[in-house]
């Protein structure tokens, strides 16, 4: 059986808008995050299941993030479905919606909720420079 095509999902127009028309991946599972590719990712979570007011939000930003943070050519951006989700949640303790930092298919960290600019930037960025095990 094919997965469920997330465009057709009760997910908010805003957030559909990312795998739409910006092409970002949909992680059903918690394995596909290892077919993302080389580079570093910001990985939505949206509080599937949940109408939460911050994810069209983040939705928004997200892309401007991925543009501010290093570009498209250095940065990527995926939504997670739901049980990617709930495995992230549940791992890190998370409160939804979030953003969360993967590298090479594992999370680095992540920001929970609708953030300033500034601190998304600062936060991110830190995030984002976070020495890892594949990295030299």
């Known amino acids: 059986m094919p997965p469920a095509d997330p465009t057709q999902q009760t997910l908010h127009p805003l957030v559909r808008r990312l795998l739409t028309e910006r092409a970002y991946p949909y992680l059903e599972e918690p394995e596909d995050a290892a077919r993302l590719d080389a580079h570093d990712h910001l990985l939505f979570l ?12 983040i939705a928004v930003v997200l892309p401007e993030l991925v543009k501010a943070l290093g570009g498209e050519e250095a ?14 949640r549940d791992a890190m303790s998370l409160a939804l919606p979030a953003i969360v930092v993967m590298r090479a298919g594992a999370p680095v960290g992540a920001i929970s ?20 095990a594949t990295t030299h």
């Open 113 to 132: 909720r609708m953030r300033d600019w500034d601190e998304y930037l600062e936060r991110l960025g830190a995030l984002l420079k976070t020495p890892s």
């Open 46 to 57: 949206p509080a599937h299941g949940k109408t939460h007011l911050e994810s069209p939000d």
């Open 75 to 88: 940065l990527g951006g995926a939504v997670a479905g739901p049980k990617t989700e709930a495995a992230l």
